[in-house]
């Protein structure tokens, strides 16, 4: 189940050579050329660090195409400022040691004019220093995360606990119930959206029974479960992720968690980890993100952005918001805004057009950058697991304030 993620290094260098027209220029290095020249100055250039290898490649390599994507449409349009992009994309191998190398391959040797990428918070935190501090470079991040990073130069486009949060625990209390568990995979991202969320679950008549942290291998929760059945919780807010996260919800499943009533929550769920289970294991479990593809039946731009990348990137690495493609697609679009109002790119020049670049529209919406904040506005969804897919339940009316920094 998640056998995407096992993606051998020789399987991964031809599949991405021959599905890009990518140039190697290393190990875990690639670069995809400006399809013409200018004479008059050289090539923007774009820098892309994701996990392609590793436990997390189902996602990175989502993020890369993604980012592929988006640099084809630029570049067909004219390029920005005259320029044609030239895309440079380096393996972060969802390891930080393996990473902070080939994140410096992209500041030293490519002189990227900004990066973006980054899953995990950890990996965020282990890249941003050789970007920010010691490159001098622009860094966006996409994922949705923990809150908290207020680093200058430094821009976040997925969703933060705020926007996962405020609207959706209260809308779990009316359909779920009020006594809440939190287990949690022990790393920083659970740590910190569960102060959060805890917070908003008690100021609206809710109970936290218990929260409990595991390590990031665990497998077997017949304790956890055990606790959760006997307390008679109705919501389990997980932030669990793989491996643990599948035997966890089968676990709770076998015991007769979902039969007798309870909710499962996980705001990381989208279309990618809808399979790691049984439909039946995980049926009516809610997620709140910025986009689910179910959109696409109603929004034209969704449905676009869908089939084009379909078209160009069949197969399992899923154009999805909690994989941080979405985040990677509206980062891309505001940085491109930035650089068309900066009318040049250099970090100070092009940071400071960031700072309030907005896009009309986008996954799931319109989105735009919170002034002096490097966090973003935008709209938020919440969605059920019916049958193996999702059907929206609730969306938030209008842009959702990030409440960060």
Request: charge should be neutral; hydrophobic fraction near 40%.
């Amino acid at each position: 189940m998640f056998d995407r993620t096992q993606l051998s290094r020789r399987r991964f260098l031809s599949n991405f050579a021959f599905a890009s027209g990518a140039v190697a220029t290393g190990v875990g290095s690639w670069v995809i050329p400006a399809p013409w020249a200018n004479a008059a100055e050289a090539p923007i250039k774009v820098g892309i660090a994701t996990d392609l290898t590793g436990p997390i490649a189902y996602a990175g390599n989502a993020d890369a195409n993604v980012a592929k994507m988006v640099i084809k449409e630029i570049n067909a349009a004219g390029g920005l400022l005259g320029r044609p992009l030239e895309l440079y994309i380096e393996d972060t191998a969802s390891n930080e040691s393996v990473a902070v190398g080939n994140v410096r391959k992209l500041i030293q040797r490519d002189k990227v004019d900004m990066v973006l990428g980054g899953i995990t918070s950890s990996m965020r935190n282990a890249i941003k220093d050789p970007i920010v501090a010691r490159g001098k470079t622009l860094y966006i991040y996409p994922q949705l995360y923990e809150g908290k990073e207020c680093t200058p130069y430094l821009f976040c486009t997925g969703p933060t606990p705020a926007q996962q949060c405020d609207e959706f625990i209260p809308w779990l209390i009316k359909n779920g119930g009020k006594k809440f568990a939190l287990p949690s995979a022990n790393y920083v991202w659970p740590h910190t959206l569960n102060v959060y969320a805890r917070k908003v679950i008690e100021s609206n008549g809710g109970e936290v029974v218990f929260e409990e942290y595991y390590p990031l291998d665990q497998v077997d929760f017949s304790a956890t479960v055990n606790r959760i059945v006997s307390n008679k919780v109705d919501v389990v807010f997980n932030t669990v992720i793989p491996p643990g996260v599948g035997p966890f919800f089968k676990q709770l499943y076998e015991a007769g968690f979902l039969k007798n009533g309870g909710r499962l929550a996980c705001v990381y769920y989208d279309e990618n980890t809808l399979n790691i289970n049984q439909a039946a294991e995980i049926e009516g479990l809610a997620s709140c993100l910025d986009y689910f593809k179910v959109l696409t039946k109603e929004n034209p731009f969704d449905a676009k952005i869908q089939a084009a990348y379909e078209k160009d990137f069949p197969g399992n690495f899923l154009f999805a918001a909690g994989s941080a493609a979405t985040g990677t697609y509206r980062g891309l679009k505001l940085w491109e805004a930035a650089v068309k109002e900066a009318g040049k790119i250099d970090r100070e020049s092009v940071a400071a057009a960031l700072d309030h670049a907005k896009i009309a529209e986008g996954p799931g919406g319109p989105a735009e950058m919170v002034p002096g904040k490097r966090h973003c506005k935008m709209k938020m969804y919440t969605a059920v697991a019916k049958g193996g897919n999702y059907e929206i339940v609730a969306r938030s009316n209008g842009l959702v304030d990030p409440k960060e920094c």
